[in-house]
């Protein structure tokens, strides 16, 4: 068993930390494996079942869906990078991590989080022109440019997010080997590093709200023109129509930005009234609450979608 470090000392670059999962909980943690658990498995079935779909079904290959295909690949990405470490650190309680794998962990987490803010934008916009100029619509967004589009974001993911783990790396001592957290955040390895971390608090800023600040802004301008374009429509069913198509969208950026921004705040402005185990449990629940509900979202939804699932249930079933 590892022993707690005594309160003036420090250790030099470790070669692991230990994760304690959502520390005050003790034992009572690994009931929460009930919570994550199901939500993994839905991540899964859900975005493994849409991707195939989307794949199989030649109908299906439109930039809206193909779009929808990237956001459950990255979907599925983000929810494996963090629910196995996660499920076994709440069932068998505290396990080490190598140094390097936490380093690899963080900038996945971070990574995959900056593209499926850059996808929801991007959907959003797919959205604007589809409502706003339908008839161009077909020229304007193409499967090639979708491709494009798909590529830029995860390279510029890759520069933003590599800065993390690089900026961690360049520090030789920390406090302590045990990291308070069911993940290797950015912040929860930066509070056990010894030296000035002020480059690191500064960069974690400015990329949060830059990010996301530059997504929603382009999300809402896109809804934007999508309200004034339903505006015009002569009839009341014709603007139901059109704001349908977007409804499945719009419960998806709920989904992620309301938990992320809640998360956010409390971990910003609430370390002094928010408990830690409670901002590290909305930090895990924002991670694996959106690519559990999005697939759920768009089956439901979509009617395309959802009648290529039932007809593949359907035939299975007629089989037996």
Same mark, same amino acid.
């Given at each position: ?30 009931? &929460? ?119 830029? &974001? ?64 382009? /999300? ?44 956010? &705040? ?18 895990? /629940? ?18 395309? /979608? ?15």
């Amino acid at each position: 068993m590892t022993e707690a470090p005594q309160p003036n000392s420090t250790f030099s670059c470790p070669t692991f930390f230990i994760l304690t999962g959502i520390p005050g909980l003790g034992g009572v943690q690994a009931w &929460l494996t009930l919570v994550f658990g199901p939500m993994y498995l839905l991540s899964l079935l859900g975005n493994g079942a849409l991707l195939a779909v989307v794949q199989t079904d030649s109908t299906l290959h439109q930039p809206m869906f193909l779009l929808l295909a990237t956001l459950a690949a990255t979907d599925l990405s983000l929810a494996t990078s963090i629910a196995p470490g996660l499920l076994a650190v709440l069932w068998l309680g505290p396990r080490p991590v190598p140094y390097a794998a936490c380093l690899v962990q963080m900038f996945f987490v971070h990574a995959l989080t900056a593209v499926e803010s850059g996808v929801l934008l991007a959907m959003a916009c797919d959205r604007a022109v589809a409502v706003g100029r339908p008839l161009h619509y077909p020229i304007l967004v193409t499967k090639a440019r979708v491709g494009y589009a798909a590529l830029a &974001l995860a390279l510029k993911a890759v520069a933003i997010v590599v800065p993390f783990p690089l900026l961690v790396a360049r520090f030789e001592r920390f406090q302590a080997q045990t990291i308070d957290h069911a993940y290797c955040a950015h912040m929860a390895v930066v509070e056990l590093v010894v030296g000035n971390t002020q480059a690191n608090n500064l960069y974690g800023l400015v990329l949060s709200l830059a990010v996301s600040g530059i997504d929603i802004l382009g /999300i809402t301008g896109s809804y934007g023109l999508i309200a004034h374009a339903v505006l015009q429509l002569p009839t009341r069913e014709a603007r139901a129509k059109a704001f349908g198509t977007c409804s499945s969208h719009i419960c998806v950026i709920l989904a992620f930005y309301v938990p992320g921004l809640f998360s956010y &705040l409390t971990h910003r402005f609430g370390r002094h009234t928010v408990p830690k185990p409670v901002h590290i449990l909305l930090s895990n /629940i924002y991670l694996l609450l959106p690519p559990a509900l999005n697939p759920l979202i768009y089956g439901a939804r979509t009617k395309q /979608i959802r009648d290529r699932l039932l007809e593949i249930f359907t035939f299975k079933k007629s089989q037996f």
